[in-house]
């Protein structure tokens, strides 16, 4: 059985409480490798479209061939349909600690 949370998640709790507003945090992005997820905020679009963000354009790939998606972005891009609506005060206080979330210490202070 895997661990709670996984070390994937883990990696982008921590990106997030280090990096402020980002995809790594954004309840619009799904990651797909430690790095790298795909925006939901908006419809799919074409493949050069999709791969845009991430720098594929001077790749030896047929983008225009490629299926239609959701925008890939970085972990670290910062944008305005930023959403974070997740209750991190809901987890183990263990974990927020480890990640560096501010609400770790928010509870640490208000149960001392």
Known sequence: MPSWPSDVQESKDRFYMENGPCCAGCDHWVSIGHALGECR?????????????????????????????????????????????????SLPYHYLRRIGAPVAKTRKARSS
């Open 41 to 89: 905020a908006g419809p799919p679009v074409s493949g050069r479209e999709r791969y845009s963000m991430v720098a594929l354009g001077g790749s030896i790939l047929p983008l225009d061939d490629m299926d239609a998606g959701h925008i890939l972005t970085r972990r670290d891009h910062h944008c305005g349909a930023f959403k974070d609506d997740f209750d991190w005060s």
